[in-house]
Structures are given as C-alpha cells and as structure tokens.
C-alpha cells in the first residue's frame, strides 16, 4: 500500500483591520493557502489620533470583535481551519499577544487602502519582521468583504 504524505500545514498570523472572506485570503496566500493554519488579530483601532486619546475604546473594541467574528465565521464556513482574538489598540502588542501560543511562520498584514485607513494602521507595517523575525508580507482590502 502506497501512503501519500499528509499536506503540510502552513501557519499564518493573519493581522487585519477589515473583514477578510475565505476567497480573498486565498488570493492573498497563493498556492498551499487552503491547507493553512490560520490565526487573526484584528487589533482595536480607532477611526483618529483624537479618538484614539479622548474616547471610550468600547467602540473600538466592538468593531474590531465585529471584524474578528465575521472574518472568522467566513473562514471557518470555507472549511479553513482559523482561530482569532481582538487585540489591543497597540498593533505590535497585539501581534505579540496573539503569537504567545501561536507560532506562526509567516505573517500576512491586511490594511484599508491608502486613505481608509484608521489611526495607527500604518503602525502594522513598522518593525514587525524585525521584531518578530518572521516573514511579513502586506496586502490592501477595501472594508467590504
């Protein structure tokens, strides 16, 4: 009897700000995606600076879980097997958070397109593949999934 090898799993550290849907994350992985371990953070960002320091974070919170639910639901239902958590408005602790008991071996960064975006997203970007030495990579998404 001839065994075919088991597929390897690959496992990403998805970080995004906008819903993803199952379609999308695989344009973005490429080739092997669909056999990815998938874990998101979606930071709780706020829309401005001045939200960020005179506001409530509830809002924030609650988007962010929004986005965590919705990307996570689509993504299971496709048969993709993904967790997630909602972090802290600080995106590279909440990266940090979500790789204490996740060891990812490539990082996927999902930011709204150039004048979308919320405070601190452009924050996503900076210093993560040297501070967490994995490979980073970047992509765009319009809010919609």
Same mark, same amino acid.
């Given at each position: 009897?001839?065994?075919? +090898?088991? #597929?390897? @799993? ?6 995004? =700000?906008? #819903?993803? @849907?199952?379609?999308? &994350?695989? /344009?973005? !992985?490429? +080739? ?17 600076? &001045? ?23 689509? &993504? ?9 958590? =909602?972090? /802290? @408005? /600080? ?12 060891? +990812? /071996?490539?990082? !996927?960064?999902?930011?709204? +397109? ?9 924050? &996503? !970007? ?9 490979? =980073?990579?970047?992509?765009? !998404?319009?809010?919609?999934?």
């Amino acid at each position: 009897m001839v065994y075919a +090898p088991a #597929p390897i @799993s690959v496992r990403i550290l998805v970080c995004t =700000t906008v #819903p993803i @849907s199952a379609d999308q &994350l695989g /344009e973005l !992985l490429g +080739p092997g995606g669909e056999d990815a371990t998938v874990r998101v953070v979606v930071p709780a960002l706020n829309e401005s600076a &001045l939200a960020h320091w005179v506001s409530d974070p509830d809002e924030a919170i609650d988007d962010a879980d929004a986005i965590r639910k919705r990307t996570i639901g689509a &993504l299971v239902h496709a048969g993709v097997d993904a967790t997630g958590e =909602t972090g /802290e @408005s /600080e995106p590279l602790q909440a990266i940090e958070d979500a790789m204490g008991n996740f060891s +990812p /071996e490539r990082i !996927l960064v999902v930011l709204h +397109p150039e004048g979308e975006r919320k405070h601190k997203e452009d924050d &996503l !970007l900076e210093n993560i593949q040297e501070r967490f030495n994995v490979p =980073t990579e970047r992509a765009e !998404l319009s809010g919609h999934a």
